[in-house]
C-alpha cells in the first residue's frame, strides 16, 4: 500500500512537471496568464506529491516494511532509529528521490518568490525547473524506482552500508550537498531564461544573487562535513584524498565560485557576459556529472554506489543540456558582447578575469584526473590510477595564486589604479607576508609551496582586514560612533561588499589550516601492551586496557589510552574497530582530541586474549581552523545575502500630488 502510494505520486508529479514546462512555454509565447498561472500550481502540486512520496518511505523505512524494495535494500530492524531514518539517502534510490523532493521544494520557493511578477524572465526560469524536475521524476518511475514490490517479504534487511551507520555526520553531509547541488538549478534556470528571454543585462544576476550564494554555502558545508566525515570515520588521518566522487563536489563548488565573484563586473561594468552565462551552465552541467559519477557505477569509491543503468540516463540529460545551452550562447552572440572594457592591468575588474581563468583551470584540472582513467580504460582497455600526487602537484601552484588574488583583488579599485595607492594598500600586506615566511621557515617550513601558503595566507588576511579597519576609521570620523558600533553599521550599509571580505577571511583560515596539518605532522605506529606508552609528536599515549560491549547492530572493541604531557594527562581516548553483521572487515573509529594539535589514534589490530593493541598516532597542528575556516565562511555568506531593512513609508512631499501605485497582480499569478 505505501509503495503503490509512493509511486503514484512520482508518476503524478512527473505528468505534473511536463505540463507545467508546456504551459508557461505556451502561456508566455500566447500572453496567457492562465496557463501561467496553472504552471505554477503544477509547481506547488509536485512540492506535495513529492513530499507525500518521501514521507511515505521515510513510514515504509521506519515501520521495516520490507515489502518496498528499497527498505529490504538498506532497512534493518536492528538498526537504529536515527540511522534508518537518514538511511533515505544511504543507497541510489532513495537518494534520488530525497534529490527529487528538494527539487521540488526550490521550484516551488522560486514560484512563490516571484508570485508578484510576470515576466519572461520567472516565467522561462520556471518553465526551465520543472524540465529539470521531470527528468528526475522521469528516474524515480523508470530505473530508480524504490517504491518497487518485493515478494516473498523477507523478514529483515541487511541495514545501510556500515561506513554510513558508523556517524552521526551522515545526517549532514548529504542534506546539504544535495542543497547546494540542487540549489544550482535556480541560477541556471534564470541563465536558461536569460537567453530565451533575451533578457541580458543583469537582471537575472539581481534575481539569482541570493539563491547562488545560498546554494554556495550548502555545498561549502557539505564539501567541509563530508572531510570531517573522512576524518572521524574512515580512519587513516586524512580529510582530502582526491576521491573522485569528492572531486564530483569541488569541481562545481570551483565555478560557482568563480561566477560569483565574476558577476560582480558584469554588474558594475557590464563585462563578462558570456563567462558569467558559461560558469553557471558549467557549473550545472558538474552537479549533474557528479551525480553521474556516483550512481553509474562506474566508480569505486565509498561514496557511489554501484548499481542499475541509471548512468545512461544521466549521460543522456548531459548531452540534451550541454547542447541545448550551447546553442543559446550561440544564437545570443552578438547580444552578449560586453560594453566595457579594461582600463588599466591594475584594476579590479582584472583581478577577476584573472581570477576566472584560475578557477577554469583549476576545475579543468580536477576534471581531467578524475575522467582520465575513466576513458583511458573505457579506450585502451588498461586501468590507470591518478592519485593525490598529480593533483597536489598540478593544483599547488592555482591555490596559491588564487590566495594571493585573495588579497590583491579588494586592494585593486575599478577602472585603474595610480602606482602610489596601489604602494599604500599593498605596503601591509607585503610586510606580513615576509613576516609570515620568516616565521614559517623558523619553526621548520621547507617546501616552496609551504613557505607561499604561510606568505599569500598572511598577505590575504591583512588586505582583507585593511578594508574593515579603513571603513570603521572613516565611519568613526564623520558619526562618532565607537569602534564596534562603526563596525557593526559599516558592515549593515554593504553587507554584500563586507560579507564577502569575512567568507575570504574564512577561506584563508581553512588554507592555513590544510598547510600547516600538511606540512608539520608526526605520526607513529606501536603494538603496546597494558601499561605500557608510545611518544609521538611531543605526547605521550599510555595504553589501558581493551574493551567490547554489543549493540544491537555491530559488536564493537576498543582501547581505553590516556593522553600525557610533559608528564601531566591531558584526556583520554577511545578509539574502536566496529564490526557489523553484513560486512567481514571492521570499520574503524578513531579517537580524536582536538586543540591546536590534533591527536588521531586509530586502532589498528589486538590479541584476542587483550594482551596488546596495535595502534596508529597522528599528531598534526591547526585540522581545528579547517572546520572553523568553514563557519566563518558560511557566516560572511549569510552577512551577504542577509536582507537590509525597507521603508516602511515613503514621506509624501505636500506639494506633489499622490504617487499612484501599479496595480498588484492576483495573487497565486505565476512569473
Known amino acids: 500500500m505505501i509503495g503503490a502510494l509512493g509511486y503514484a505520486a512520482v508518476a503524478l508529479a512527473l505528468a505534473q512537471s511536463v505540463y507545467g514546462v508546456v504551459a508557461a512555454v505556451v502561456g508566455l509565447r500566447a500572453q496567457r496568464p492562465a496557463l501561467l498561472r496553472s504552471a505554477g500550481a503544477a509547481a506547488y502540486a509536485n512540492f506535495g506529491l513529492l513530499s507525500l512520496a ?18 529490504a535494500e538498506v532497512g534493518s530492524r536492528s538498526t537504529p532509529l536515527f540511522f534508518t531514518v537518514i538511511s533515505l539517502w544511504a543507497a541510489l534510490d532513495g537518494s534520488i528521490l ?17 508570485r508578484e511578477r510576470s515576466d519572461e524572465l520567472a516565467g522561462y526560469a520556471t518553465a526551465t525547473m520543472l524540465a529539470v524536475g521531470a527528468f528526475f521524476y522521469l528516474l524515480l518511475v523508470g530505473p530508480a524506482n524504490p517504491f518497487g514490490r518485493v515478494w516473498p517479504v523477507p523478514a529483515d534487511g541487511p541495514g545501510p552500508n556500515p561506513l554510513l551507520q558508523n556517524h552521526p555526520l551522515m545526517a549532514v553531509h548529504p542534506p546539504f550537498l544535495y542543497l547546494g547541488y540542487v540549489g544550482m538549478t535556480v541560477p541556471f534556470a534564470f541563465g536558461v531564461a536569460a537567453l530565451l528571454s533575451r533578457q541580458l543585462d543583469d537582471g537575472w544576476i539581481r534575481a539569482t544573487r541570493r539563491w547562488t550564494i545560498a546554494a554556495w554555502i550548502f555545498l561549502s558545508v557539505a564539501i567541509v562535513a563530508g572531510m570531517w566525515w573522512s576524518y572521524e570515520v574512515l580512519g587513516w588521518g586524512g580529510y582530502w584524498a582526491w576521491d573522485p566522487v569528492e572531486n564530483a563536489s569541488f569541481m562545481p563548488w570551483l565555478t560557482a565560485t568563480a561566477f560569483l565573484h565574476s558577476v560582480m563586473v558584469q554588474q558594475r561594468r ?77 584594476s579590479r575588474e582584472t583581478a577577476f578575469l584573472i581570477n576566472n581563468l584560475l578557477f577554469s583551470a583549476f576545475t579543468f584540472t580536477v576534471l581531467l584526473g578524475t575522467l582520465f582513467p575513466l576513458a583511458a580504460e573505457a579506450v585502451r582497455g588498461v586501468k590507470v590510477s591518478v592519485g593525490a600526487p598529480f593533483f597536489n602537484r598540478m593544483t599547488l601552484p592555482l591555490a596559491v ?51 607561499l601558503a604561510f606568505a599569500f595566507a598572511a598577505f590575504a588576511l591583512v588586505a582583507n ?33 563586507f560579507g564577502g571580505y569575512l567568507a575570504h577571511v574564512g577561506v584563508i583560515v581553512l588554507a592555513t589550516g590544510v598547510a600547516a596539518s600538511s606540512s608539520f605532522k608526526a605520526e607513529r605506529e606501536a603494538t603496546l601492551a597494558p601499561g605500557e606508552t608510545v611518544a609521538v609528536g611531543g605526547y605521550e599515549l599510555r595504553f589501558g586496557e581493551l574493551w567490547a560491549k554489543e549493540d544491537a547492530h555491530r559488536f564493537v572493541v576498543g582501547a581505553s589510552l590516556q593522553l600525557l604531557e610533559d608528564g601531566r594527562v591531558r584526556g583520554t ?18 579517537a580524536v582530541k582536538t586543540g591546536l594539535r590534533d591527536v588521531f589514534v586509530n586502532l589498528m589490530a589486538f590479541a584476542q586474549d587483550g594482551s596488546t593493541a596495535t595502534l596508529s598516532v597522528l599528531v598534526q597542528p591547526l585540522v581545528a581552523w579547517i572546520w572553523l575556516g568553514c563557519a566563518i565562511v558560511a557566516l560572511g555568506a549569510l552577512v551577504a545575502i542577509w536582507p537590509g531593512r525597507r521603508v516602511a513609508a515613503r514621506v509624501q512631499s505636500p506639494h506633489r500630488a499622490p504617487r499612484v501605485r501599479p496595480r498588484r497582480a492576483p495573487a497565486g499569478v505565476m512569473p
Open 98 to 114: 530525497f534529490w527529487g523532493w528538494v527539487l521540488a521544494a526550490y521550484t516551488a520557493a522560486l514560484v512563490y518568490l516571484s
Open 270 to 346: 557590464g563585462m563578462l557576459k558570456v563567462w558569467n552565462l558559461s560558469l553557471i551552465v558549467a557549473t550545472f552541467l558538474l552537479t549533474i556529472l557528479g551525480t553521474f559519477l556516483t550512481r553509474s557505477g562506474i566508480l569505486s569509491s565509498v561514496h557511489a554506489f554501484t548499481q542499475g543503468t541509471i548512468g545512461y540516463y544521466f549521460l543522456g540529460f548531459i548531452a540534451i543540456v550541454l547542447v541545448f545551452s550551447l546553442w543559446l550562447l550561440a544564437a545570443r552572440g552578438d547580444e552578449l558582447r560586453g560594453r566595457g572594457r579594461l582600463e588599466g592591468a591594475a
Open 54 to 71: 518521501t514521507g511515505a518511505m521515510v513510514y515504509a523505512l521506519v515501520t521495516h516494511d520490507f515489502s518496498v524494495s528499497y527498505v
Open 401 to 451: 595564486a588564487l590566495l594571493f588574488l585573495m588579497g590583491v583583488g579588494p586592494a585593486l579599485p575599478w577602472g585603474s589604479a595610480a602606482v602610489g595607492t596601489l604602494k599604500r594598500r599593498l605596503l601591509a600586506p607585503a610586510l606580513a607576508a615576509v613576516l609570515a615566511v620568516a616565521a614559517s621557515a623558523a619553526v621548520g617550513a621547507r617546501a616552496p609551496f609551504t613557505l
Open 465 to 497: 582586514a585593511r578594508e574593515y579597519v579603513v571603513g570603521v576609521r572613516a565611519r568613526m570620523r564623520a558619526h562618532g560612533e565607537p569602534p564596534p558600533l562603526a563596525l557593526v553599521r559599516l558592515v549593515a550599509a554593504n553587507r554584500r561588499r
Open 573 to 590: 581516548l577511545d578509539p574502536r574497530l566496529n564490526y557489523f553483521r553484513v560486512q567481514a572487515e571492521p570499520v574503524p573509529t578513531p
